[in-house]
């Protein structure tokens, strides 16, 4: 859990109301919850005038990390999703209503459509447009209807970067004027430097002795780790391959592995909790991260931050993460190889990227999201 920001600022005078919706945050806390519960402290260290509404379930761990901050509960039914998307039409308007809401944000696709109080939306990314192919038909649908109509209906609308914004605009019909820009930021007292102690807890979780080559990510098919498998496979006595993350639904990935050659060693973990990412990023002799397309990329951001080499793609967004302090490939299995043979075969290299990193990684903070997001919430009650 990040550690709230405190003391926080008194709130800002002539500064809007505004009520997060939290209750789209997954029980595991990825995605949608690292943003929310990153963005939510930095939110009150700048001042907002802020109250949250959660399941409930989570209103401990907001009343924890938001330190006088209102947090009220929207009805335990709201736990099934079918539920929370019927609620969030009349129920969740009612309560912002109730907790005095100049401004509603609703940090995931979907918001209300009747409500008069002005909604800001945030739209992660484009791919469910630009890479339909990589997406389960269903949930491809779902988001691809939800963001055209948060694109029509929100007073504003924040995406993670400018790329996104691009993305929407081309393919989306997004008026560029109503969208706002806010890059995430990276929590330097998680992602940082790995002590000793951090390096040897993740190798004994690991059970991995040697170097190792770290991928952090859910395996779902945009982050193609098929590609990187094959890729790496084709390397004469690599570094072990570490695959953290959700299992996700790419289901090439189970026939891939089954495939790496004798001698070649890859761990899949699964799920690694945040207390051992630092160990883990850092550690890595190159943190690889071949995605298709992301609406921003945290992974990059934090592996940078942990003072590792990172070897990504120029897709979307990443570029805009990365910055000259990455090592870039084609996303394709022969190229993917190439590039990992490069950094390993250059330590020089590597080194000038760890330290890159980490210079880049700085400009990234949680309260920079959050000075963008009072922007957005003022231009959306003005």
């Known amino acids: 859990m990040p550690r709230p920001l405190t003391p926080p600022e008194p709130a800002l005078p002539n500064h809007p109301r505004v009520v997060v919706d939290a209750t789209a945050v997954p029980a595991d806390r990825g995605g949608v919850g690292r943003y929310v519960d990153e963005l939510l402290?930095?939110?009150?260290?700048?001042?907002?005038?802020?109250?949250?509404?959660?399941?409930?379930?989570?209103?401990?761990?907001?009343?924890?990390?938001?330190?006088?901050?209102?947090?009220?509960?929207?009805?335990?039914?709201?736990a099934r999703r079918p539920v929370r998307l019927a609620w969030e039409q009349v129920g969740l308007p009612a309560l912002a209503r109730r907790a005095g809401a100049d401004v509603l944000h609703c940090?995931?696709?979907?918001?209300?459509?009747?409500?008069?109080?002005?909604?800001?939306?945030?739209?992660?990314?484009?791919?469910?447009?630009?890479?339909?192919?990589?997406?389960?038909?269903?949930?491809?649908?779902?988001?691809?209807?939800?963001?055209?109509?948060?694109?029509?209906?929100?007073?504003?609308?924040?995406?993670?970067?400018?790329?996104?914004?691009?993305?929407?605009?081309?393919?989306?019909?997004?008026?560029?004027?109503?969208v706002d820009v806010a890059h995430l930021g990276v929590d330097a007292d998680r992602f940082h430097v790995p002590t000793a102690e951090e390096r040897a807890a993740v190798r004994a979780h690991l059970g991995v002795e040697g170097p190792y080559i770290a991928f952090l990510g859910t395996l779902e098919p945009r982050k193609n780790v098929p590609a990187l498998i094959r890729g790496w496979s084709a390397l004469d006595d690599p570094p072990a391959l570490v695959l953290g993350g959700g299992r996700g639904w790419d289901a090439a990935v189970d026939r891939v592995a089954a495939e790496v050659p004798a001698g070649h060693?890859?761990?899949?973990?699964?799920?690694?909790?945040?207390?051992?990412?630092?160990?883990?990023?850092?550690?890595?002799?190159?943190?690889?991260?071949?995605?298709?397309?992301?609406?921003?990329?945290?992974?990059?951001?934090?592996?940078?931050?942990?003072?590792a080499p990172v070897l990504t793609t120029r897709l979307l967004s990443l570029p805009e993460v990365g910055g000259d302090a990455v090592a870039y490939t084609e996303p394709d299995p022969a190229a993917i190889g190439a590039a990992l043979a490069a950094l390993l075969g250059d330590p020089a290299w590597r080194t000038r990227l760890a330290a890159a990193g980490l210079a880049r990684a700085a400009q990234f903070d949680w309260r920079a999201c959050a000075r963008a997001h009072l922007t957005a919430y003022a231009a959306a009650a003005s």
């Open 107 to 178: 940090p995931h696709y979907t918001m209300p459509l009747g409500t008069a109080l002005p909604v800001v939306t945030t739209l992660h990314d484009a791919t469910f447009f630009t890479h339909p192919e990589l997406h389960l038909p269903v949930k491809r649908r779902f988001f691809q209807t939800w963001t055209r109509l948060s694109l029509k209906r929100a007073r504003r609308c924040v995406t993670p970067s400018a790329a996104t914004r691009a993305e929407l605009v081309r393919v989306a019909g997004a008026d560029p004027t109503r």
């Open 265 to 307: 060693v890859l761990r899949r973990p699964g799920y690694l909790p945040l207390e051992l990412l630092a160990g883990f990023l850092g550690e890595a002799v190159v943190v690889a991260y071949p995605s298709l397309g992301e609406g921003f990329g945290l992974p990059v951001l934090e592996a940078m931050a942990c003072g």
């Open 41 to 78: 402290p930095a939110l009150a260290a700048e001042g907002a005038d802020l109250a949250v509404i959660s399941q409930l379930h989570d209103v401990a761990h907001y009343e924890a990390l938001l330190p006088g901050v209102e947090v009220l509960s929207a009805p335990a039914a709201v």
